[in-house]
């Protein structure tokens, strides 16, 4: 029998299982993800109903039932309330509908999914985290349901039974600046032994032209125990959280815009831009330089601290003003531009790039950065480390492509490992198991043509399932 | 005895043969393409001599054996009239070469083509349709031209007659604005039941900078029955000619532009613009705002009368100035440039990429956009539809990159199936053998490695050899 | 037994060999490298140690070692004389490492260059030329560096010998403009057969924005024994060199630009462009044009003197100015960005896109050029051809993807074969072998998929291992 996902070739087929049977117990390193961490505050937490644990907060997934004409309403996504400049006429009270109803669309509309990961993802969740094998269609689709729905009712299905069970070894979440991280310390005081840690996430402290970013620097002010109010102490308020972020056990910051874009500016100058941001006056050219000084400073800050510093770059976020105004962010209308990091980025890595302790891993949206840009730079500056592909590219293709695009030039070892980036608690072992089989497939080819010997092989596969992972976070206790 | 073109893997050879057989008797649906309605309009159409119909027509050919220095008179390309700006000397009068000798220079040079689609479309063409089993080269030469030049003289190789044969259920052409689609009409009349539609691109006209811009506004006041001096007579016959082009059996748009651009201007600007464009004053800004309106009013009449709108964006024609002078269009002289839809089309999806009803088919000449772009876009967007791989990677290899880029984000159903987009009447059947074998054999690969089954593999099967085409281009009578 | 780097589906595998081995005893064709030409001037030339020969000239193995936080001076790296704004502190004395230190370095730390060229070409080096098939790992360390210094201490491994060896045909060296070819004069003193011809490479006199421009300027005077102070002489000083090269053997010109952006100056303008800079006040702008400007006048002096001309666009160089201060330039920190043709080298192509003599070689670092730019023009412009994958990507993917991108739409016949482009003299069998490996690979894929014949594989097959580099580069005697 062929095993799943790996080459049809026989030779190559069997050479992949073995690899991927050699790295198959060991846990699971999450160093990067969007999971709530009040499902492991409250050792009962309950996961609702089906379609609140896997459609409602599933972009990937209502977002491709939208494409093809099914309202968001109809899925129970739920809307805003009125907001200022919201389209006449549209009812923002939130339509109720029947989750029972919203699985039987989902399902009749699956052949949607079909060679996606969503789908990959959602068949061995089911098959691997419910034991439900059942094929998602119209047919299926009430038994299916309540298979999902009996076995969330059962005690081992609490997140922190999960936890165990999917043997993770460690889960960050991903954290706002100003967030009191009050879960992650029922957590540590609950004496339960799973490894939940923070990460420090500041884009609404720094990104002076987002809507709400004056509350959010009132919100610091209040974290902080002092006024926020120029930029000497919107500095030092950052400083202290990272401090009380890692006392929480935060390894990592994590820092996303539209582009690379870096560039120093004097104190004098970022004083400047950021009192007009205060004064509600800063243009878009003030905020992508101000964004572009805040990487660099966020560089220095992790060169003294030791977090890990993450940047996601590309997506053009709320790019449907319709869906936006409706029903807010992550509606699943982030649409990636095209990227660019070798004159973008040059700034920062003047100042930082051969810096000693400090370490910078990049994630971007744009596929042809992976060789020309990201491997070339990876593959000189000590700092660098490259992400595993995110968002659209987490697939089997866009895996794949990655390995191919980045590992001549920059090897494994300028990588870091896998992270699922993913808010879908249940699909994280399915994401890793994902990962895992795509490095040991294209291991297995590099193997069978010669490129790598056994040792090479073996060695190349911990590492990408286990070890960079680990070492890129410093996630070592 | 392994399949053509499929994987020389056993398992996915014979697989892809399975799924190919499952759709090898449906119907051609050609949606979008370039065959002349004359062909059809004459049930007596005889096609002139093989390189009449093979060679001259086709620049996928002529391109190639210029870019060794064959010269394209010594192909029977012919020269224009002297033109204004003609290079000095350059003799503009048609060199009159033996049609024989042409196709022998052409087979004598045919290695040129080994491993390109066209060397593969010849091929398959003679074979498939010709019933010729010769290998083109500089010995059968002669041999294949009786053959062809004889098969060309029977009843059973006029155009109607080879519709039949070819098994076609629609196809559209391609129409000016101001066409009276005469042709059409006498199609119609004559009670032939062939399906020839036309399709409305109003590009002559809307693209102010255009040679001949003043003289197509003419034409299009000559056809509307009124005069078009200003940009709302201007926009008045655009809708009218598309009420007739309806009238006459069209479904669908198609719009050529340098770039995706948009913009929505007032009213008061558009005017502006065409009376600058009257006076022969618009500058090249002017014209790149201008095409980026009207692309925005384009999609504003099809959201009205639901024709199907196709936007071809990416070449920059005419590149060789001496081809272009004494040659004109169409040279093969068309070259790719950068593409970028997240920020171009922005404008027009923010009015019109919610609606219901309409329907946008995308292409483009840079496959850097699949994933990063297109992919989003239409998995997110209810009106838009990619199109098949265009021109340069409506190829074996560029079909099965585009298939790799996109579906893993959009699926198959934000797809718009095939179209072969071909002026060459006979290489229509090949073209389709090839995106259906690509398919098979892309399915064959993902049901092998266990990402779909059977069921998906063979609904997938037909919806992209033929259903998505007929329901994206509303081709159902 | 499987055959190395081939394909490992049997089949394929087995028709890659015999492809291969029809091909394997063809000499090697190297128009173009940068092997310093000494190496052969002196009979009883000798490299060094392992070391001086393997690690200290390559870049890629101690840019990788770097990214790694292994300091350069650890690998025996010179630094620079003081130089005027070194970052303070610095030590600038060359430290002193011992080699067989250096050896085990590397060894130690040899995992990093898994499934990478350099890992590649490094062990197939050590068993083709050195007979040494131990693994390069830390307990090897001493045992292999011990063979290598015994085999480079024994006549047989003197560069004239291996020449003989390596069954080299041409090797051609790169040199400034500025160059007296002493060397090469050298060895056509001295009756030697090798065949060891130069290429004319004016970038230092070309670039005006370089540092040492002037004195490069200086030196071009002298060796033209003619004062050089305005664009009138320049260019009669360029020209008259070019002649000198020629007599000394060059069939090719070689030109490295930041992009491919050209621009017909008027004598005028670039008179007064050139007097700036020998007034140290050209700006970046001036540059830039400036060098579009030379190239277009470069392509005319080919048009008249025969000279093939090749142009490198896209590495942004010396991206690291901690490291270009401390160790110089060619240090690994070349970071390639964007690459654009179809706008930037139409002035260019206006002119002489359509010589009937003219010669132009593309490369670049951007492979999204590769079908969307530079196969299209390949596949009309009769004076261009494609160089081969250069840099980062001449490897087994690198050259894959390659093939895959251009040969369906420019053919082979607008390929110019392969060149090794390396310093690095012992690696030239390896590079060949692997270009000719993936050939051999990719069209046993193209054979058994049918799009090609066997006919059609073997000449294929002969004209990418040997005979297009040869015709490109005009290397007939």
């Known amino acids: 029998m062929r095993n799943r996902y790996f080459s049809s070739d026989p030779a190559q087929n069997s050479a992949a299982l073995s690899l991927y049977e050699s790295v198959k117990e060991l846990p699971l390193i999450c160093p990067h993800g969007h999971v709530d961490p009040r499902l492991f505050a409250d050792p009962d937490y309950q996961f ?9 907060p599933d972009h990937y997934i209502f977002r491709m039932l939208y494409s093809q004409g099914i309202p968001l309403d109809a899925l129970g996504i739920p809307a805003l309330l009125p907001v200022p400049n919201a389209v006449k006429g549209d009812s923002t009270a939130a339509i109720k509908v029947d989750h029972r109803q919203i699985w039987q669309t989902v399902c009749d509309n699956w052949r949607l999914f079909r060679a996606t990961p969503t789908g990959i993802w ?15 269609n119209s047919v299926n689709a009430g038994a299916i349901y309540d298979a999902i729905e009996e076995a969330l009712a059962r005690p081992e299905f609490r997140p922190r039974a999960l936890y165990e069970r999917f043997n993770i070894e460690v889960l960050a979440t991903t954290d706002a600046a100003t967030d009191t991280l009050a879960p992650h310390q029922t957590i540590r005081d609950s004496g339960w032994r799973g490894r939940i840690i923070p990460t420090f996430r500041p884009d609404a402290v720094v990104n002076i032209d987002q809507p709400g970013w004056r509350e959010s620097i009132a919100l610091l002010s209040e974290v902080a125990g002092f006024d926020v109010r120029g930029y000497g102490t919107f500095i030092q308020a950052l400083e202290e959280r990272r401090v009380f972020f890692k006392s929480m056990g935060a390894t990592a910051t994590d820092h996303a815009a539209l582009s690379a874009y870096t560039e120093s500016l004097s104190a004098a100058e970022a004083e400047a831009l950021f009192r007009r941001a205060m004064k509600g006056e800063a243009t878009a050219k003030d905020a992508v330089r101000f964004t572009g000084h805040m990487l660099i400073e966020m560089a220095r800050m992790s060169s003294e601290d030791g977090l890990v510093m993450q940047l996601h770059i590309g997506s053009f976020r709320n790019h449907n003003p319709r869906v936006f105004e409706r029903y807010g962010r992550d509606m699943g209308a982030d649409i990636p531009i095209r990227g660019e990091f070798t004159k973008n980025l040059k700034p920062l890595l003047d100042r930082f790039g051969n810096h000693p302790s400090l370490t910078l891993v990049l994630f971007n949206l744009d596929e042809t950065t992976y060789s020309r840009e990201l491997a070339p730079l990876a593959g000189h500056y000590p700092i660098l480390r490259l992400g595993p592909p995110w968002w659209f590219f987490d697939s089997w293709l866009g895996m794949s492509r990655f390995l191919d695009a980045v590992v001549e030039t920059a090897g494994i070892y300028n990588l870091a490992g896998f992270n699922d980036d993913t808010r879908a608690y249940p699909s994280i072992p399915t994401r890793h198991d994902v990962w895992r089989r795509v490095c040991a497939d294209w291991l297995a080819g590099q193997l069978l043509r010669d490129f790598i010997d056994d040792e090479d092989a073996y060695e190349m ?3 990408l399932a286990y070890d960079l992972a680990k070492q890129t976070y410093r996630l070592d206790p």
Do not use: C, N
């Open 48 to 56: 609702g109903s089906p379609v609140d644990l896997l459609i409602i």
């Open 122 to 136: 959602l068949r061995d969740e089911l098959a691997g985290v419910f034991g439900i094998d059942l094929k998602l």
């Open 461 to 463: 596969m911990r590492a």
